[in-house]
C-alpha cells in the first residue's frame, strides 16, 4: 500500500471525478488531472460488480498499488502533481501481475503522463 500522503483523499476524490480526463483499456479506466501539488496521488477502485469479495477487492487493491510503485518510483520516472484513479473492469479481475503492470503503464503514456 502507498503511504497516506500518495493516496488521494475522499474530498480530492470528489475533484477528481469531476474534472480529470478519462482514458479506457481492455482491463482498467484510468481518470486523471493534474493536481497542482509536488506530490502524486494515486487511487484504486474495485466496484462489486468485478470482485464480490472483499478479500478479492482488497487483493486486487495491493496488486495495483505494487505495479504502480515499480512503474512510477523508477530513478528515471519524474511524475509529480498528478492525481490518478484506476478503475478495474470485471475483464481484469483474473489477470497475472505482469499483466496489470503492463496495462497501468499502457494507460499512463496514452494519457502523456509517461
Known amino acids: 500500500m502507498f503511504p497516506k500522503k500518495n493516496r488521494i483523499s475522499k474530498r480530492e476524490f470528489d475533484g477528481l471525478m469531476k474534472n480529470g480526463r ?3 483499456s481492455p482491463f482498467f479506466s484510468l481518470r486523471i488531472m493534474r493536481g497542482g501539488k509536488d506530490m502524486s ?3 484504486f477502485v474495485i466496484s462489486k460488480k468485478v470482485a464480490k469479495n472483499a478479500a478479492d477487492r482488497n487483493k486486487l487493491k495491493r496488486r ?3 505495479a504502480l510503485r515499480e512503474i512510477i518510483f523508477t530513478p528515471k520516472m519524474d511524475m509529480k502533481g498528478y492525481m490518478a484513479a484506476f478503475f478495474y473492469k470485471k475483464e ?3 489477470m497475472g501481475f505482469d499483466e496489470i503492470r503492463g496495462e497501468i503503464q499502457g494507460l499512463l503514456k496514452k494519457s502523456g503522463v509517461l
Open 22 to 24: 478519462v482514458f479506457h
Open 41 to 43: 496521488k494515486f487511487a
Open 64 to 66: 495495483g498499488f505494487h
Open 92 to 94: 481484469g479481475k483474473n
